[in-house]
């Protein structure tokens, strides 16, 4: 998948908007969307918002999640957890960019949020990154990944499933070699034994 | 390597390249009339003691105790580049040894003796793997031709370069329209080939038809 499908995807979240003109509801196929009332606010998807607002039809209301504070504390709790915290939005990445693409002026603090969740970001795939190399090299069986994200997911994903297909197969080459071994082995401990309980007799 | 991860089948080309390799083994009993597949011979029969270099393909049908050949191991897989895998495996230029030496290990790793191949390739691919996912996410410019991978690496690296130079193009908003799947644009060139092929045959028929 690629990071334009993963925007494509997060363009359906819903987000809040304040318009400033009429317009009676319009029917799509994945729902209605408004009626738009100037000064009234009113969800709508977020394509139809980066549209409207660069026509300058409306402002956008940013959501509750996108506060200097509540980033803050979402990232001191990223940093102290070992695993991975629930975000505020599935799509927290891509909302964030497609806002601060179109319409950086009606946030308050725009800088200081867009790094903030850029430093979220990091420390999310930093972690991802030890714990798939921690994986690899702890032989460990499976792994359970909560909360991470379609972005998050596609900075490892043709890479890692792979990887592992190709270890998992020389894995098993290799067991399959040592279990002959081992059945050799078993063989000859066999035999010492009957000879040891022979030699007894 | 496209979407799908590799797997060796009859079909894929390079399982084929893997099985063309040729191995030398050690005739133990006389062979009658197997003279030719050694072309220094010159009796028809194959003497007990020689030594035939056969391609991996009938080698692997091969059971470990067959009575007629017994399958020397190739140096690549001895014991000093065992050594120097276990030692630091990320430094090993694999590319040079063997292009497809996992593959190549894998179908010779139950004719081992010592029963150490098996676990050394799992053993190099695990560290060079992890290697590999750290390199390959540092890196966005085009590969470089001097990195020491075997086949099977080199597609993982791709992969893994690919995904990150598509991230930070989206980062960076340089590309903003969605493109067809591959999917898709391998049918759609597919149908052009089916129907350029089509028009090619009704002109030869004409032709054809022409000239009687």
């Known amino acids: 998948m690629d990071p334009c499908e993963i925007e494509f ?30 000064g009234l606010p009113v969800h709508i998807p977020l394509w139809l918002a980066v549209h409207l607002r660069r026509q300058r039809k409306c402002r956008i209301v940013p959501p509750q999640w996108m506060d200097v504070d509540t ?36 946030i308050p ?23 798939v190399d921690a994986f690899i090299k702890g032989e460990g069986t499976y792994a359970k990944l909560d909360n991470l994200t379609l972005l998050e997911m596609h900075a490892i994903r043709p890479i890692l499933p792979h990887a592992l297909d ?22 000859t401990s066999n035999l010492s034994s009957s000879y040891h309980s022979q030699s007894r007799i | 390597m496209g979407s799908r991860s590799y797997f060796p089948s009859y079909y894929s080309v390079d399982d084929i390249f893997v099985t063309q ?34 391609p991996l393909w009938y080698v692997k049908e091969l059971k470990i105790n067959n009575p007629y050949l017994i399958i020397q191991i190739p140096e690549l897989y001895k014991n000093v580049h065992n050594a120097i895998c276990e030692a630091e495996s990320t430094n090993i230029d694999l590319g040079k040894m063997n292009m497809q030496y996992y593959e190549y ?5 139950s004719f081992d003796r010592n029963h150490s191949l098996g676990r050394i390739l799992y053993e190099t691919c695990r560290q060079r793997v992890r290697h590999l996912l750290t390199i390959s996410k540092n ?23 690919r995904t990150n130079t598509l991230y930070t193009n989206w980062l960076q908003q340089k590309n903003s329209k969605i493109r067809p799947s591959e999917l898709v644009q391998e049918h759609s060139k597919k149908r052009k080939r089916f129907t350029l092929s089509d028009d090619e045959m009704s002109s030869s028929l004409q032709s054809t038809k022409r000239s009687m």
Not at chain 1, 22 to 28: E, K, T, V, Y
Not at chain 1, 89 to 104: R, W
Not at chain 2, 40 to 48: A, K, Q, R, S, W
Not at chain 2, 105 to 109: C, E, N
């Open chain 2, 105 to 109: 290990g894998r179908y010779l790793a």
């Open chain 1, 71 to 106: 980033l803050e504390e979402i990232k001191e709790e990223e940093k102290r957890s070992k695993f991975f915290t629930k975000m505020p939005s599935d799509n927290y990445m891509v909302e964030a960019q497609l806002i601060f693409g179109c319409a950086a002026e009606d």
């Open chain 2, 21 to 54: 390799e040729k191995i030398s083994c050690q005739v133990s009993s006389r062979l009658l009339k197997m003279g030719f597949l050694d072309p220094g011979c010159e009796t028809d029969h194959l003497e007990p003691g020689k030594i035939v270099k056969l």
């Open chain 2, 139 to 161: 890196t966005v410019d085009e590969i470089k031709s001097e990195n020491k991978m075997d086949s099977i690496e080199r597609g993982l690296y791709e992969a893994g370069i």
């Open chain 1, 166 to 187: 190709h270890i998992s197969r020389y894995q098993r080459v290799a067991s399959a070699t040592q279990r002959d071994m081992s059945s050799l082995g078993l063989n």
């Open chain 1, 109 to 131: 603090r725009c800088d200081e949020i867009r790094t903030i969740i850029k430093d979220i970001f990091d420390i999310r795939e930093s972690k991802l990154r030890t714990s």
């Open chain 1, 9 to 38: 995807i997060g363009e359906k979240s819903q987000i809040g908007i304040v318009p400033n003109f009429n317009f009676d509801p319009i029917h799509l196929i994945s729902g209605s969307v408004g009626p738009f009332r100037a």
